[in-house]
C-alpha cells in the first residue's frame, strides 16, 4: 500500500475552503428568507450578528420602496428605518442590559406586505483586565497598540545596547 500524500498545494487550498465556509454561511444569513420563511423581495440585514447588552447594532433594509421597519418584541420595539449612510435605510439601537448572553434573538424586517428574518446573537460583554495595585487603585491591563508599542521600545533598546558593546570593548 503506497502513503498517502498530499502537496502542500492541496493542504492550503483545503485549509482555505475550511476557513471560507463558515463566513459564506455567515453572508448567506442577511440573505432573504434564509430562515426558512418565503423569499423576500428586499435585502436586509443586522450588523454585527453579534453583539453584547449595551452595544449598538445597525438595522438596514435595501430595494424596499416603502418605509421599511425592524423589531424584536424580547429586544426592542419596532423601529422604522430611514434613509442613513450607506444603500437604502437603516437605524441604530441599543441593545438593553436585559439582553441575555448566549441567546439568539430574530430580527423582523418588514417592507410594505413582506417580511424577512435574521439573527442577532447576545455574547457577553468583555470585561478588562484590572490590576490591583497596593495602593487600592486598578490599573485596566494593555490593548494590543500598548503591547505591540512596548516590544518595539524593548527592542530598540536592545538594538542600542548590543551596538554599544561592540563599540566599548
Known amino acids: 500500500m503506497r502513503p498517502l500524500r498530499i502537496s502542500a498545494a492541496a493542504l492550503l487550498a483545503s485549509t482555505a475552503l475550511a476557513l471560507a465556509a463558515p463566513a459564506a454561511v455567515a453572508d448567506s444569513v442577511t440573505a432573504p428568507g434564509v430562515l426558512g420563511g418565503p423569499v ?20 438596514r433594509a435595501t430595494g424596499c420602496a416603502a418605509q421599511p ?3 424584536a418584541a424580547a429586544l ?6 430611514t434613509s442613513a ?7 441604530k439601537v441599543t441593545l438593553p ?4 448572553p ?11 406586505t413582506e417580511q424577512g428574518t435574521t ?21 485596566s491591563g494593555p490593548d494590543a497598540a500598548e503591547v505591540i508599542l512596548g516590544a518595539a521600545l524593548v527592542g530598540i533598546a536592545g538594538v542600542l545596547i548590543f551596538r554599544r558593546a561592540r563599540t566599548h570593548p
Open 76 to 81: 426592542f420595539a419596532t423601529a422604522p428605518l
Open 85 to 91: 449612510d450607506g444603500p437604502g435605510q437603516s437605524t
Open 102 to 112: 448566549g441567546t439568539r434573538y430574530d430580527i423582523t424586517f418588514t417592507c410594505g
Open 40 to 59: 423576500a423581495s428586499f435585502g436586509f440585514s443586522v450588523t454585527p450578528s453579534s453583539a453584547a447588552p449595551g452595544a449598538t447594532i445597525t438595522l
Open 119 to 139: 439573527p442577532l446573537t447576545v455574547i457577553p460583554p468583555s470585561t478588562p483586565t484590572t490590576v490591583r495595585t497596593s495602593l487600592g487603585s486598578g490599573l
Open 97 to 100: 442590559a436585559a439582553a441575555r
Open 69 to 71: 421597519t425592524a423589531g
